[in-house]
């Protein structure tokens, strides 16, 4: 079988539906890590980046950016001097992701590493933290490591996480379970959306006041 989105073949912008075969084909190969069958629409990336401010020298960590539609917004607003590191497990979407962007850091590996990865580049705790990890079907024991990560880091910077999760899926044990276990551990919450223009349409989830 050919490679889904080869990088040397990849359009150098995202594109919803040039990259929807490509991403569909890794979704039937790892449907749990992947956790969507359709890359996330410029509407649900636009609610989930929100407005960056930040200041030069703070670092800001994409999770599972897969085919980019999030790196987009992200890269277009991002401010001067402030450091991205995108974080993707999947080994084929990471070559599309740097054949795009040249110019931003991803790294091939698992969110659950988030320390180790940042210290190995020097970067300090981010300050923002931008997931489109699929929480929901992850196993237990991946959710609370990710989780850990994400407070730690969070906690120092005293910065802010971002995530999304589909309406359908909202009531979902495993969705349930990520929520309770961030709302233990983050003092601020608030439930954007839903972004009804995204197919599947979904809420953002944005957490602050990391205890
Ligand atoms: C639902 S897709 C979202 C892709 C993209 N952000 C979007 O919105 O279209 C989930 C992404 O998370 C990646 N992923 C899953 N588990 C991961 C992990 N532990 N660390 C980093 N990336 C992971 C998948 O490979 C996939 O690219």
Not at 34 to 43: F, K, M, N, W
Not at 157 to 186: I, L, P
Request: hydrophobic share 40%.
């Amino acid at each position: 079988m050919s490679e889904p989105i080869p990088a040397t073949q990849a359009s150098p912008r995202p594109g919803r539906l040039r990259d929807g075969v490509g991403f569909f084909r890794t979704f039937l190969r790892s449907p749990t890590s992947v956790g969507a069958v359709l890359p996330s629409s410029r509407y649900l990336a636009r609610a989930l980046v929100g407005r960056l401010s930040m200041t030069p020298g703070e670092v800001l960590v994409e999770y599972g950016p897969g085919t980019g539609p999030v790196t987009a917004i992200i890269e277009q607003s991002l401010p001067p001097g402030v450091r991205y590191l995108g974080i993707e497990l999947e080994p084929r979407f990471h070559e599309v992701l740097t054949h795009r962007y040249p110019q931003l850091d991803f790294h091939l590996g698992s969110a659950a590493d988030v320390k180790a990865i940042l210290a190995a580049r020097g970067l300090s705790a981010p300050k923002r933290i931008v997931s489109g990890l699929p929480f929901a079907s992850l196993p237990p024991a991946v959710q609370d490591a990710v989780i850990t990560g994400i407070v730690d880091s969070v906690r120092e910077s005293k910065g802010e996480f971002r995530t999304f999760q589909y309406v359908h899926a909202y009531g979902m044990k495993a969705a349930r379970r990520f929520r309770a276990r961030m709302s233990e551990r983050f003092d601020g919450f608030e439930r954007i959306g839903p972004v009804v223009r995204n197919v599947p349409p979904a809420f953002v989830l944005r957490y602050w006041g990391a205890k």
